[in-house]
């Protein structure tokens, strides 16, 4: 049909259709599975940073990794020469004095005969010790903080592993099972490894509270759980003065971290009650504090150890008997060459030898309180504490047991008594104070 205007007619293209929807499925079971997207949960943004916040992180990154490099350097330097020849002379002297005090009970105890056996096995330790203190000393100290929580969760396990009955690992000697090994070949006493451990974790952890130790809940609770905990499972091997050790160089380092006092005393009066208690309520090991106050009442069964261990001492007199030549060593005092050998000191050097032994010891504590006074930082100062600490109690309770001074327990005379285990601990213990020797700061002249 024309148009007007006379236009011819144009045809519209036919209208594209939409294609229509799929049917909707009545049953939910015939529906296509779609895969599951979770509904996205929002996510606060966080307030950008600063001018001045931005500059302030920046400048504590950058503080941060001058102070790692300064260790770094600093880590290079010098070990404390007084120090280290104060170990050196105290583990001659004692390989020594081992040498003559063990050659009898060596003989006519061993399978093998020998006179040197004793002295031969603390050797190689010793050996083995000081490549360990020097190793040791070499590294950075800032490093043991990333051990710190490991060692101790390792050494709680080896703990476990000596208490639990049946377990053949577990060595026995003198009715207390104190030792893991394999028979004869090797063994060791996991309390040594605890007392490192405890050192090194409570200094990491010290060192970073502040204020908080003053609180109860910070700097209290948590270090006297892990005490309890520790020591708890030495004493039930039994090993009552390891237990001792690892409470009381515990107990230093908190003190030292800033608890308050009062929380000193309160330990202090609780822990006399609890002793009063078990010894003379009870009656705990009432026996043996009985022939401690008197040894002579009953010199031939319960009082032997102490009685002749006085006798061994007053036989030295002022100068001794001569190195070698002590007689109360064959045979007669028990322990001897381990937990004893300061008797036989006192019999072969006399009262001026044990004297110069002493000032030795002291003189190597002194140095080691030296050492942390003058550390670089909080957690080096804090480890040096609690290492010599643990030298300083182990000798005075070694002491004071010999001398009839404290009751008589098991305890050894560092770097003297036989043992290969503690020496060589105790040696790498002193590579640890060596290690933060080198970051001293300088003191001052004058």
């Not at 009685?307 to 036989?315: A, D, N, R």
């Amino acid at each position: 049909m024309p148009m007007q205007n006379g236009s011819s007619a144009r045809r519209r293209p036919p209208a594209q259709r939409k294609p229509s929807p799929p049917p909707a499925y009545r049953s939910s079971s015939r529906a296509p599975s779609r895969p599951y997207q979770p509904t996205p949960q929002y996510r606060p943004r966080r307030r950008p940073l600063t001018r001045e916040e931005a500059l302030a992180r920046q400048e504590r990154r950058e503080r941060r990794e001058a102070l790692q490099e300064e260790s770094r350097e600093l880590a290079k330097g010098p070990i404390d020469l007084p120090f280290c020849l104060l170990v050196l002379l105290l583990t001659a002297i004692g390989l020594v004095m081992l040498l003559s005090a063990s050659f009898p009970s060596a003989y006519y105890e061993t399978k093998s005969k020998d006179p040197t056996y004793y002295f031969t096995r603390q050797g190689v330790f010793a050996i083995m010790g000081i490549a360990a203190m020097f190793f040791i000393g070499k590294i950075n100290y800032q490093r043991f903080r990333g051990v710190a929580k490991a060692l101790l969760y390792a050494s709680i396990f080896m703990l476990l592993l000596v208490i639990i009955p049946g377990n053949p690992l577990a060595v026995t000697r003198n009715n207390a099972t104190r030792w893991l090994g394999v028979g004869e070949l090797f063994t060791f006493q996991p309390s040594e490894i605890a007392k490192m451990a405890i050192v090194i974790y409570f200094s990491d952890s010290i060192s970073r509270k502040k204020e908080k130790m003053l609180t109860l809940k910070d700097g209290i609770l948590p270090y006297v759980i892990w005490l309890s905990v520790t020591a708890g499972l030495v004493v039930i091997e039994p090993h009552l003065s390891g237990a001792l050790l690892i409470a009381g160089a515990g107990a230093v380092l908190m003190l030292v971290g800033g608890i308050k006092w009062r929380y000193v005393l309160s330990v202090l009066g609780l822990t006399g009650a609890g002793a009063y208690f078990m010894l003379f309520v009870v009656g705990y090991n009432t026996s043996r504090i009985k022939y401690w106050l008197n040894p002579w009442a009953d010199a031939r069964d319960k009082g032997y150890q102490l009685s002749q261990s006085l006798i061994t001492i007053g036989s030295g007199g002022l100068l001794g008997v001569g190195l070698g030549k002590s007689r109360q060593k064959f045979l007669y005092l028990p322990e001897e060459h381990n937990d004893f050998i300061f008797a036989i000191i006192c019999e072969e050097l006399g009262l001026i030898g044990a004297t110069l032994i002493m000032v030795l010891f002291a003189a190597l504590i002194l140095r080691g309180y030296w050492i942390a006074l003058h550390a670089r930082d909080r957690f080096g100062s804090l480890m040096v504490v609690g290492v010599t600490t643990l030298i300083a109690m182990q000798t005075f309770l070694n002491i004071g047991v010999v001398t009839g001074l404290l009751p008589t327990t098991g305890i050894s005379l560092p770097f003297f008594s036989y043992g290969g285990t503690a020496l060589s601990m105790q040696l790498a213990e002193m590579g640890v104070v060596l290690s933060v020797s080198r970051q001293m700061r300088p003191a001052k002249a004058g």
